[in-house]
């Protein structure tokens, strides 16, 4: 079963604009991953929040991890075209995280020129 | 580069038939996965592998197999494919086990079970 929500499912926004997506999870996680998906390719690794962090950054990402909420948000700062794309969040499978990641079912952004 | 490439890119099949997904990866990585992608689901996890000769199930294995000869590779086998089987295939492949550690995803296969 998921572990992760992503929401919105779809979201339009400017080029320039911000985007932010967010993530619930349902138990209690060690870390937590960010992907985006172009369309027609395979996932693409982002970031990586550990469990005992609150905010982290790269680039022109920024996600940030609320434990006590079962949250995570992903800001995408000065969007550009090229941002368009389907953003997931994985946790560990329930159980301890030996058996690999599962992934919401993603947010789908769309930048309009 | 390392790199981890699926084959084929596309693939159509008749009901019963039985296809085979190729991954192969040069990260020389122990641990290899296989998600489903269908529309209102997500990535569900079909099986996985943490070394040669180690296979799992995950979520969503009825009606698939895999096998783990060698590092490199971990096909995937519809034994007798259904239409509730056509779905986009990725494979991936990380370097440790859990949610620490980040996947390195194929491109896909585009299976189409008619």
């Known amino acids: 079963s998921q572990q992760g929500e992503e929401d919105p499912q779809a979201l339009s926004i400017q080029e320039g604009e911000n985007a932010t997506m967010n993530c619930s999870y349902k138990?209690?996680?060690?870390?937590l991953q960010w992907y985006r998906q172009n369309s027609g390719r395979g996932l693409v690794h982002l970031i990586l929040?550990?469990?005992?962090?609150r905010e982290k950054h790269s680039g022109r990402l920024r996600v940030t991890l609320d434990t006590s909420k079962k949250s995570s948000s992903l800001l995408i700062t000065a969007s550009r075209a090229a941002d368009t794309a389907s953003y997931f969040c994985?946790?560990?499978?329930?159980?301890?995280?030996?058996?690999?990641?599962?992934f919401g079912k993603g947010t789908h952004l769309i930048i309009q020129p | 580069d390392a790199e981890i490439t699926q084959s084929p890119r596309h693939k159509i099949t008749e009901t019963g038939r039985q296809v085979t997904l190729a991954c192969h990866q040069t990260?020389?990585?122990?641990?290899m996965f296989w998600y489903r992608q269908d529309l209102g689901h997500g990535l569900r996890l079909i099986h996985y592998?943490?070394?040669?000769?180690?296979?799992n199930k995950g979520e969503v294995s009825d009606g698939y197999s895999v096998s783990r000869s060698n590092t490199e590779d971990l096909p995937l086998t519809l034994e007798s494919a259904a239409s509730s089987q056509t779905s986009v295939y990725f494979c991936?492949?990380?370097?440790?086990?859990?949610?620490?550690?980040?996947?390195?995803f194929g491109p896909g296969t585009r299976l189409t079970v008619t």
């Open positions: 991936a492949s990380s370097r440790g086990q859990g949610a620490t550690y980040e996947q390195y």
């Open positions: 138990t209690s996680i060690n870390n």
């Open positions: 929040i550990r469990s005992n962090e």
């Open positions: 994985a946790t560990e499978r329930s159980g301890g995280g030996a058996d690999g990641l599962t």
């Open positions: 990260w020389n990585h122990n641990n």
């Open positions: 592998s943490y070394g040669v000769q180690d296979t």
